[in-house]
T-cell receptor, first 112, second 115 residues
Framework: RKEVEQDPGPFNVPEGATVAFNCTYS??????FFWYRQDCRKEPKLLMS???SGNEDGRFTAQLNRASQYISLLIRDSKLSDSATYLC?????????????FGGGTRVLVKP | DVKVTQSSRYLVKRTGEKVFLECVQD?????MFWYRQDPGLGLRLIYF???????EKGDIPEGYSVSREKKERFSLILESASTNQTSMYLC??????????????FGEGSRLTVL
């Protein structure tokens, strides 16, 4: 089983609709969680951290469910510019210190 | 703005060649990382470095080595390139242990094809 798993998609989303997708992680000792965004042929960039109580950043909402070991990302009022691959990142303490593990990414395509 | 620069965007090499991928960051970051990204597998950590002349193996170090002689420069070396090393290679840096904030600053990537 992979440490961090995501549905690769693609999620085809009409413009203006809401889309949500999850990321599961296997290490229950994982400490912190993040969502990155990667545009086609570009490098990944941090989108937002995921806090235990859930957090919003504009149209984006991130949630953490420690009991079931998953995090989620919800995008409201989808824009064409939201088309990208969303990478889930999980941090846990390893022998050499903190370690970030990336999921395979979920591709989102927003269409007019 | 933090800038992480990778020396080559696209490379084509032959099996058995020695390959150098260079990465330079201009923000005095202590920590630097090399990842490879393959479809469906996400980013996998090859090597990282917390300081000059220091290196640690990541999840998939086999077939690779690294060099960090100066703080701003982190080089990835493929001693004898093989076709299964065809991939996108991403360099990243951060001013603190990456897990604290989760923010890695990535270069634009180097797409290596080994024939």
């Amino acid at each position: 089983r992979k440490e961090v798993e995501q549905d690769p998609g693609p999620f085809n989303v009409p413009e203006g609709a809401t889309v949500a997708f999850n990321c599961t992680y296997s290490n229950s000792a994982s400490q912190s969680f993040f969502w990155y965004r990667q545009d086609c042929r570009k490098e990944p960039k941090l989108l937002m951290s995921v806090y235990s109580s859930g957090n919003e950043d504009g149209r984006f909402t991130a949630q953490l469910n420690r009991a079931s070991q998953y995090i989620s990302l919800l995008i409201r009022d989808s824009k064409l510019s939201d088309s990208a691959t969303y990478l889930c990142v999980v941090n846990h303490a390893g022998a050499a210190g903190n370690k970030l593990t990336f999921g395979g990414g979920t591709r989102v395509l927003v269409k007019p | 703005d933090v800038k992480v620069t990778q020396s080559s965007r696209y490379l084509v090499k032959r099996t058995g060649e020695k390959v150098f991928l260079e990465c330079v960051q201009d923000m005095d970051h202590e920590n630097m990382f090399w990842y490879r990204q393959d479809p469906g597998l996400g980013l996998r950590l090859i090597y990282f470095s917390y300081d000059v002349k220091m290196k640690e193996k990541g999840d998939i170090p086999e077939g690779y080595s690294v060099s960090r002689e100066k703080k701003e420069r982190f080089s990835l070396i493929l001693e004898s390139a093989s076709t299964n090393q065809t991939s996108m290679y991403l360099c990243a840096s951060t001013p603190r242990r990456a897990g604290d904030t989760g923010e890695l600053f990535f270069g634009e990537g180097s797409r290596l094809t080994v024939l």
